[in-house]
T-cell receptor
């Protein structure tokens, strides 16, 4: 158990819908990261927050948005869902988020498996 | 541009033998960190080992060690005394201090340990 929690574990929805994925980082971690893992795309970095502020942005679609709240939990919002959005969505957290040291080690949550029908 | 390359899509190893999973990286940043993760069939991503670019010694964590060759820009993971539970997907990742602070992941190597 990494200490990172994600809810829900599974989500099945229809095209065009909107969903929210939730993540609680490990105690003491200030950075939260979101990733998408699909079979044909590997692990894709979406976005990082550090202490409530956006720090880095990856291949995140405009239909997707995220935020980190004052209590450091984070939510990833996916809207106008398409079949291709079906994937495993990971949240990860790290103590730091600005350097390349061991304190930047990311610990991953169990993931949310999203199925869009 | 920063890049991670894992050239072995799949590998087999006999139980109790050692295995090396290859990882090469590319960055112009002098300060960076290299990470290895394991993803079993259950799906979770498990952190295994970290190597800093300025670390003088190769990192070790139990049965895992990292063969870090800075000049060749390689960071191979060595698993000693393989166990059936080591069967999983293994990802190499890098983070540099400059640029966008993103983690870059390789495409992974699927390891199968044979009894």
């Amino acid at each position: 158990d990494s200490g990172v929690t994600q809810t829900p574990k599974h989500l099945i929805t229809a095209t065009g819908q909107r969903v929210t994925l939730r993540c609680s980082p490990r105690s003491g971690d200030l950075s939260v990261y979101w990733y998408q893992q699909s079979l044909d795309q590997g692990l894709q970095f979406l976005i990082q927050y550090y202490n409530g502020e956006e720090r880095a942005k990856g291949n995140i679609l405009e239909r997707f948005s995220a935020q980190q709240f004052p209590d450091l939990h984070s939510e990833l919002n996916l809207s106008s869902l398409e079949l291709g959005d079906s994937a495993l969505y990971f949240c990860a957290s790290s103590v730091e988020g600005r350097l390349a040291g061991k304190t930047d080690t990311q610990y991953f949550g169990p993931g949310t498996r999203l199925t869009v029908l | 541009a920063q890049k991670i390359t894992q050239t072995q899509p799949g590998m087999f190893v006999q139980e109790k033998e050692a295995v090396t999973l290859d990882c090469t990286y590319d960055t112009s940043d002098p300060s960076y960190g290299l990470f290895w993760y394991k993803q079993p069939s259950s799906g979770e991503m498990i952190f295994l080992i970290y190597q800093g670019s300025y670390d003088q010694q190769n990192a070790t964590e139990g049965r895992y060690s990292l063969n870090f060759q800075k000049a060749r820009k390689s960071a191979n993971l060595v698993i000693s005394a393989s166990q059936l539970g080591d069967s999983a997907m293994y990802f190499c990742a890098m983070r540099a201090t400059s640029g966008t602070y993103k983690y870059i992941f390789g495409t992974g190597t699927r390891l199968k340990v044979l009894a």
